[in-house]
C-alpha cells in the first residue's frame, strides 16, 4: 500500500519546480478547478473519469502542500489518530444534521 507520504513525495519530485513558481494561490486555484472537475464527474456514469478525477485532486493537494510546506500524513494523522476529531469515537458517533439544499431561484413555491 502506498502512504500519503510516498504519493506527496512522487508530487513533489515530478511537479514541485512548476508548482513553486506557480505559488501558492495559483496552484491552490488549479486544486479547486480539479475539485470542480470531480463535482461533473460524479454527475456522470462514467467510472474511469470519476477515478481520474480522484487522482488529480489528490495530486494537486499534495502539491498544494508541498508549495506550503505542509506534510499531509503528519496533518491527518494528527489531526484523526484513528477517530473522530469532534466526538472522539470510532466509527463516529455526532449527531448527524442534514443540509438544507438551496432550491434554484426559479424554483415555483408550492404555497403561493
Not at 512548476?18 to 461533473?40: H, K, M, N, P, Q
Not at 505542509?70 to 470510532?90: G, I, Q
Request: charged share 30%; aromatic share 8%; with cysteine.
Amino acid at each position: 500500500m502506498v502512504s500519503i507520504e510516498k504519493i506527496q513525495d512522487m508530487m513533489r519530485r515530478i511537479y514541485f519546480a512548476r508548482d513553486a513558481e506557480r505559488g501558492a494561490e495559483g496552484t491552490y486555484r488549479w486544486f479547486t478547478e480539479e475539485v470542480e472537475e470531480l463535482g461533473d464527474a460524479m454527475r456522470k456514469s462514467d467510472r474511469r473519469a470519476l477515478e481520474d478525477e480522484f487522482a488529480d485532486v489528490v495530486a494537486w493537494l499534495a502539491s498544494l502542500a508541498n508549495v506550503l510546506q505542509v506534510n499531509l500524513e503528519t496533518a491527518v494523522l494528527r489531526k484523526y489518530a484513528n477517530h473522530c476529531p469532534k466526538c472522539s469515537s470510532s466509527p463516529c458517533e455526532c449527531t448527524f444534521k442534514r443540509e438544507k439544499v438551496k432550491q434554484p431561484s426559479t424554483a415555483v413555491d408550492p404555497h403561493q
